[in-house]
């Protein structure tokens, strides 16, 4: 079982961070909201597929016959961003085999949410 880590943002520019049990409250300017929107679309998040942790295959056997196969990862570590807005969500849950950059974009944003909660000094 791994923890749980949120950041819940108002749209307003209030935000907060919770890991463990901690809640750590931030201020946001909304350009950053913006940012981090079109962020999504960019990799385009909407458009992924809900679970990445089946791992699919093709492979040839003896007889020449095409086999597919589906292997789910259960016991593999995995990260789940979500994305809501009213009655609106969409969450992907995905593995260290990707997608890259939603991983990537997902550390960005947690690293800037602890600096501006206060909980690491800011990078240079």
């Known amino acids: 079982n791994f923890p749980l880590r949120r950041i819940n943002l108002s749209g307003k520019g209030s935000a907060t961070l919770e890991g463990g049990s901690q809640n750590l409250p931030f201020s946001y300017a909304a350009q950053d909201l913006l940012g981090l929107l079109n962020e999504l679309y960019r990799i385009r998040f909407f458009d992924l597929p809900r679970n990445y942790s089946t791992r699919h295959s093709v492979s040839l056997k003896d007889d020449g016959m095409v086999v597919t196969g589906r292997l789910r990862l259960l016991d593999t570590a995995s990260t789940t ?42 990078q240079k």
């Not at 969450?91 to 950059?101: F, I």
């Not at 991983?103 to 501006?116: D, N, S």
């Open 81 to 122: 961003v979500c994305f809501s807005v009213a009655a609106y969500e969409k969450c992907v849950t995905y593995t260290t085999e990707g997608p890259y950059e939603l991983e990537k974009l997902t550390q960005r944003v947690f690293a800037e949410a602890e600096q501006l909660a206060g909980q690491t000094p800011p």
